[in-house]
């Protein structure tokens, strides 16, 4: 007879090769937190109907806390039967109390458990991944405040566009992670149900107070089908789904970073913390932390379709395919976790050479701003346009910068330019136009500083909630 908890109608054991395939507990021994925590929990609910008495319910309280320490303190011994951490946890409380142990199962599967403890730990890392979010964002607002002074060119189409300060642009990629902060609140609130109580697929039998149960494990309400319950991994796929968007945001930032710091721009030096070398060509500095997060923001996506694949045209209510989720949901969580402490040092240690920020500024794109000019004077924008486009083409037919053009020259684009024109002919005049909230203006990007400031100090995503 199988020795398996699950083993009362099995006459032959496991075969060997489906024991290792069966076997989820290197995974999800990650839970064995939250596995312990519902258990205790649950057991305390079985004392209130009477299903165990007091002294049972402290011994397994106290049981669990011990294994809980074995955890922590790395001495809990897997053996070869613990399929999972569910069955690992109950195995050792047998161990350690006896027989109050073979009652704390009662009314409960696998199924509710596995899908509770997953929730309890994504909201667990929701505030883990929200504080790496916001320590990213933390640098780049400190950065941005500080170099407030220093203007480069903006690019559209990676063609110079016009010029911009060069905290809008940092801050440009902090208010995308900002973003990624604010969905969270989203995803911790999903998370937030507890499926514990509806059993293996039918519901509890025992009158189980799942409101109660619900209050004690801090969760914020209980789902309200049992079948769903337990064949729901929506909460994982958002969960990725959103890892995917932030890796997406992350690449985009190491994108503009590994361009900006090769010697054809040269606007920033990663810092040898954060870079490395080439075996064979000497002279080599490598922006590897930017590449790794580029590619690995890029491939978490991977890991959403993964399990997205694993969900369609899956019959409803729980099957053994589900047990896919953890790997997908503990190595996006490391992966992520990772890039982000990364990103947050890259951006933390490089230097900024202003000086080549402002030497690839040229005259050319100031070309809007003369149409400006014009518009002021009262010229319809699309004549106005039209005639700075000239401007551009004469310069160049003439081969002379375009602020070389006499101003009869002008004049015989558009009879409107004037002596003033020469103003326009200023980086930092151009900058300053633009100071409608969200602009490249100092005061624009101070408000943004502000706002972000404001945010910062502001609680994290389940204190927001609670
Ligand atoms: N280790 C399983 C999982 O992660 C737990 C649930 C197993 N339930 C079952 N009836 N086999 O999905």
């Known amino acids: 007879m199988s020795n398996k908890l699950w ?9 060997p090769e489906l024991e290792k395939l069966n076997s989820s507990i290197d995974l999800d021994k990650r839970l064995y937190a ?21 002294d049972e319910t402290k011994s397994i309280c106290d049981g669990l806390d011990r294994i809980k320490i074995e955890w922590e303190q790395g001495d809990f011994k897997i053996l070869p039967g613990d399929e999972d951490i569910h069955t690992a946890n109950e195995r050792r409380l047998k161990e350690l109390i006896g027989e109050p142990a073979t ?5 409960r599967s696998r199924n509710d458990q596995v899908a509770t403890d997953m929730k309890l730990w994504l ?22 405040t500080k170099e407030i002074e220093i203007v480069m060119p903006g690019y559209t189409h990676l063609q110079r566009a016009q010029p911009v300060r060069w905290s809008h642009w940092l801050l440009s990629h902090a208010w995308n992670f900002k973003s990624d902060s604010d969905k969270l609140e989203q995803l911790y609130t999903h998370t937030n149900i507890m499926p514990l109580g509806s059993g293996a697929i039918a519901g509890n039998p025992f009158h189980i107070e799942r409101h109660l149960l619900a209050y004690s494990l ?16 929506d909460f994982i796929v958002e969960f990725l789904f959103w890892a995917s968007l932030t890796g997406i945001h992350l690449s985009r930032f190491a994108e503009d970073l590994i361009l900006f710091s090769t010697k054809e721009f040269d606007f920033v030096t990663i810092s040898d913390s954060h870079s490395t070398g080439s075996s064979l060509m000497p002279q080599k500095r490598n922006p590897d932390s930017l590449e790794l997060i580029r590619g690995i923001g890029g ?21 053994k395919d589900l047990q896919n989720d953890k790997e997908t ?14 990103a947050k040092g890259t951006v933390e240690f490089l230097k900024v050479n202003s000086i080549k920020c402002r030497e690839a500024l040229s005259f050319e794109m100031l070309a ?9 004077k009262g010229v319809p924008f699309r004549e106005a346009h039209h005639a700075a486009g000239k401007v551009v083409t004469e310069a160049e037919k003439k081969e002379v910068f375009i602020y070389d053009l006499t101003l009869e020259e002008l004049k015989t684009i558009n009879e409107h330019f004037d002596s003033d024109v020469a103003k326009v002919w200023n980086y930092e005049n151009s900058i300053e136009q633009y100071q409608a909230i969200g602009g490249t203006s100092k005061s624009s990007v101070l408000h943004q500083i502000n706002s972000l400031d404001a945010w910062l100090n502001y609680t994290n995503v389940a204190a927001k909630e609670a």
Do not use: W
């Not at 596995?35 to 008495?53: A, G």
């Open 299 to 319: 491939s978490l996506f991977g890991q959403c379709c993964s399990l997205m694949m694993t969900l369609k045209s899956l019959p409803s209510t729980y099957n």
């Open 7 to 15: 083993g009362g109608r099995f006459t032959t054991s496991t075969s």
């Open 123 to 144: 909201k667990k890392s929701i505030n883990e991944l929200d504080k790496c979010l916001r320590d990213l964002v933390q640098i780049i607002v400190n950065r941005a």
């Open 329 to 342: 949901m503990f190595s996006t969580y490391d992966k992520l976790t990772s890039i982000l402490k990364v």
């Open 368 to 376: 809007t701003d003369l149409a400006y000019y014009l518009v002021r």
């Open 34 to 54: 939250e596995d312990i925590i519902c258990s205790k929990m649950y057991s305390k609910s079985l004392c209130s109907i009477n299903l165990l008495t007091d």
């Open 218 to 233: 801090d969760f914020n309400a209980i789902t309200q089908n049992s079948m769903q319950a337990v064949g729901d991994r």
């Open 103 to 107: 009652k704390i199962h009662v009314g």
